[in-house]
């Protein structure tokens, strides 16, 4: 891939990431860490679904993990709803 090519979706997708990271921490801020931070694990989950279903990047028992951390995320975002 040339330069030229890669740059612009290079550029644009590092200022979406900033932006996300910014308002996360303004998130943290006005509703806490005890809500906020499983949100932010969330999308970090969903970035890996993207990956695993529409790149192929996770495979085999690498999924079996995925999807087993997955449960684990969605246990500690069940039982830190009930924190607050």
């Known amino acids: ?3 030229y090519v890669g740059a612009l979706p290079g550029i644009v997708s590092g ?3 900033n932006i996300g990271n910014i308002l996360s921490m303004l998130a943290i801020g006005i ?3 005890t809500i906020a ?3 932010l694990y969330c999308g970090i989950f ?3 679904l993207w990956g695993m279903f529409f790149f ?3 495979r085999g028992n690498a999924a079996a993990l995925y999807w087993g951390s997955g449960f684990l995320i969605l246990t500690g975002i069940i039982l830190l709803s009930f924190a607050r």
Do not use: D, T
């Open 15 to 17: 200022i979406v990431w």
């Open 31 to 33: 509703i806490g860490y």
């Open 46 to 48: 969903i970035a890996g």
């Open 37 to 39: 931070y499983p949100i």
């Open 1 to 3: 891939m040339e330069l």
């Open 56 to 58: 192929n990047e996770i």
